[in-house]
């Protein structure tokens, strides 16, 4: 009885599928590695959820992994040849993925595109996915950095949160009036660790004032690093700022022992909640009167691996990626990376309003492929001129010669 | 000893014996072969070749000789990471057994609660390193830590030393944190030597008119020889990995005060992917640890002999 059920079920089921077979196509399913966690409704879940229920002939295997581990494991099954299609990768290691051809070259499928329009983007985010003239990934959003104020501890030290410092030298002034070591308060609280967040944090200060990742020992990175040198001599800004990640710099802020911070957009998706003060955000202040504005540009990117049996499918994941960018600021915590995305009732309408305007000044890391080992050099000489182990001139100029060898390395 | 010896020449030789008893020896030593030998014997050889990580699986890489070697001794930060790797182990061990001793000693003497008490104890052991590292990086915070909180309270220190980011005092810092968390390992094995001594040595001693540091000198220390050696070596093969707590606390910061060799070798490798340099560095360390690994199976042969 029991056999012949199951005998006529699967006759049955094999009728089904043969009578289906010809109306549509076998699924094709793509495995999407991501640092999003599936229990946070988070961008990769949300959007490969929605794409497949649009897309029935495509399945998205969607798998986290950790941030601190995502691009070795994506390089390792690169080199094994069991990678994902797709895989979530920080910006300023695209070059790294592009330059081994780890990574599809999507300016043919870009081209033919009828949703992707590279001219959308903000040049920070274009120029993090762009290898030698190819677009080898796509921004999955954005994020930067803006100036957040404690408005009622201005208030307090006589001074107008509606007027922001917009140079160094007024954040310098600033941050003197409102620090108060009775109040266990700073002026500024930033990041100057030993990692890729510091390197995120100092390049806009050098930047602004002329130089650039690049060329690091010029004046302009010399005046940037003595600035930073002198908020933390001047106990300005906490000498914890040396081994805090940005978000432990932030939570001084809510916390109020620290009256202004730098940090981004992430904040406004929970810690800025446990502010219980008013505040508001500003620009970055620049190097001097008429400087140019410059600011970070942070977050990952989705691209594709050579290894993909099915770019084609994974493309038009992407494609569904760009055409939401809409709803980064209000659902997923991210700045769009294109222009005129905005979001119609954005959250923080005020803050928002900082973070685009500060897109237009995102400047990519790099991109070179030799990129650890850059941000690397640069995390020595500013923490070794922090702890006065060595001038901000001493210190760039071993930077800089580490930065120039390790890109000669990496062009053989 | 000498009638065993002649017995054992009457033995068959290793070729003649049953394929079962042979299965039996080659399973393990195929086991160590795939997951101790295979990977050092592979590093090694990434040590003297240009890695790319991206093709980590070809053995057919460009040989280099010993320049990754050359590139880490001429690397500005060799020098300093070297001392610290140093000061680290050492300051770390010799408090980690020290105190362990101490503590041992303390709870072998019969109190109530004794062994409730070294049970707590182990409550840090089995704590995980990045746990601890957390845990300690907020008691270090420079501004709002509890070690300054009581240390100021107390009325010890008037300014707030930053031991985290200050660089005189990062490395010292490092080691304290690592020193709670070694010394209930070392309280255990050391508690279990003492366990391991005769009480009526100790009566005999006490009848003759030994005090308890005559007792402690002449009695305790000797027969602990084998068992100190045991945890020094194994406190020195540990400290040598101690990696989570470091990423922990200071990541290695600031500008290297408080990196020590194990933590920069994974900088190297997975961090500015520089394989070659990360592997010569893991086989320099390799070498040290099998120094300290030899000298330890040496002082448990010595003790079986005894």
């Known amino acids: 009885m029991y056999r012949s059920t199951t005998a006529s079920l699967a006759a049955g089921l094999v009728a089904l599928a043969l009578q289906s077979s010809p109306v549509r196509a076998e699924p094709v399913t793509l495995t999407f590695w991501t640092i999003d966690k599936p229990d946070q409704a988070q961008q990769s879940y949300v959007l490969a959820h929605e794409f497949e229920t649009k897309n029935p002939d495509i399945r998205i295997a969607v798998k986290h992994v950790d941030f601190a581990d995502i691009s070795n494991d994506a390089i390792r099954a690169v080199a094994t040849g069991s990678g994902p299609d797709l895989v979530s990768i920080d910006n300023p290691e695209v070059a790294l993925f592009a330059s081994h051809g780890a990574f599809v070259d999507l300016t043919p499928m870009i081209k033919a595109s009828k949703i992707i329009d590279p001219a959308r983007f903000f040049p920070g985010p274009l120029a993090s996915v762009t290898w030698k003239g190819g677009i080898y990934a796509l921004p999955r959003g954005s994020n930067t950095l803006a100036l957040y104020l404690n408005d009622d501890a201005f208030r307090r030290a006589k001074l107008d949160p509606a007027r922001p410092p917009a140079t160094w030298a007024e954040l310098r002034a600033d941050a003197a009036k409102l620090t108060d070591p009775a109040a266990n308060r700073y002026g500024l609280a930033f990041s100057a660790i030993a990692d890729e967040e510091g390197t995120f944090q100092f390049l806009p200060w050098i930047q602004s004032a002329g130089g650039d990742w690049n060329k690091v020992n010029g004046a302009a990175g010399v005046s940037a690093l003595t600035f930073w040198q002198g908020l933390i001599d001047d106990k300005l800004a906490s000498r914890d700022t040396l081994v805090r990640a940005q978000t432990d710099s932030f939570q001084t802020f809510v916390a109020g022992n620290a009256a202004m911070a730098i940090s981004g957009p992430w904040e406004l998706s929970g810690p800025i909640a446990g502010a219980r003060f008013a505040w508001s955000t500003a620009l970055l202040p620049v190097a001097g009167p008429g400087a140019p504005h410059a600011s970070a540009l942070g977050e990952h990117t989705f691209g594709i691996l050579h290894t993909s049996a099915h770019p084609a499918a994974a493309f038009r994941f992407l494609e569904y990626v760009y055409s939401q960018e809409g709803r980064d600021w209000n659902e997923f915590g991210m700045l769009p990376s294109i222009r005129n995305a905005d979001p119609k009732n954005p959250a923080h309408p005020k803050a928002y309003a900082t973070f685009i305007e500060e897109m237009r000044y995102a400047r990519v890391r790099g991109p070179s492929p030799a990129w650890p080992s850059i941000s690397k050099a640069i995390q020595s000489a500013y923490q070794g001129a922090l702890t006065h182990q060595a001038t901000p001139q001493q210190a760039l100029d071993a930077g800089q010669s580490a930065i120039d060898s390790a890109r000669e390395e990496a062009s053989p | ?306």
């Not at chain 2, 182990?122 to 420079?142: N, Q, R, S």
């Not at chain 2, 309270?153 to 660089?167: N, Q, T, V």
Request: net charge positive; aromatic share 10%; glycine share 8%.
């Open chain 2, 1 to 306: 000893m000498s009638a065993r010896r002649r017995s054992g020449q009457d033995r068959p030789g290793f070729l003649h014996r049953s394929g079962f008893e042979t299965a039996l020896l080659a399973a393990p030593v195929l086991f160590l072969v795939a997951v101790s030998a295979l990977p050092v014997l592979y590093t090694i050889a990434m040590s003297v070749q240009s890695v790319d990580m991206f093709d980590i699986l070809s053995l057919h890489r460009p040989f280099v000789g010993l320049r990754n070697y050359i590139h880490l001794f001429h690397n500005p930060a060799a020098g300093r990471i070297a001392l610290n790797t140093l000061l680290f182990t050492t300051c770390s061990v010799v408090a980690q057994v020290t105190i362990g001793f101490a503590l041992a000693v303390f709870f072998q003497r019969r109190f109530p609660g004794a062994a409730t008490i070294r049970g707590v104890f182990l409550a840090a052991w089995i704590m995980p390193g990045l746990v601890v590292g957390a845990i300690w990086k907020w008691m270090f915070a420079g501004d709002s830590g509890v070690v300054n909180a009581i240390l100021a309270a107390s009325g010890l220190i008037h300014a707030h030393p930053f031991w985290l980011s200050d660089p005189h005092l990062a490395l010292p810092a490092v080691i304290i944190a690592n020193i709670w968390l070694g010394v209930p390992f070392n309280m255990i094995l050391l508690s279990v030597g003492l366990a391991a001594i005769p009480r009526d040595l100790y009566e005999a001693a006490a009848m003759d008119g030994a005090g308890s540091i005559r007792s402690f000198v002449s009695i305790t220390l000797p027969m602990m020889r084998a068992t100190i050696a045991a945890v020094v070596s194994l406190g020195i093969i540990f400290t040598l990995q101690q990696y989570d707590l470091i990423s922990g606390l200071t990541e290695g910061g600031p500008a290297n005060a408080s990196n020590v060799a194990q933590y920069w070798s994974w900088q190297l490798s997975f961090q500015t992917y520089q394989i070659g340099q990360g592997s010569a560095l893991a086989v320099l360390m390799l070498a040290v640890t099998a120094l300290v690994a030899s000298i330890y199976v040496s002082s448990t042969r010595r003790e079986v002999v005894a």
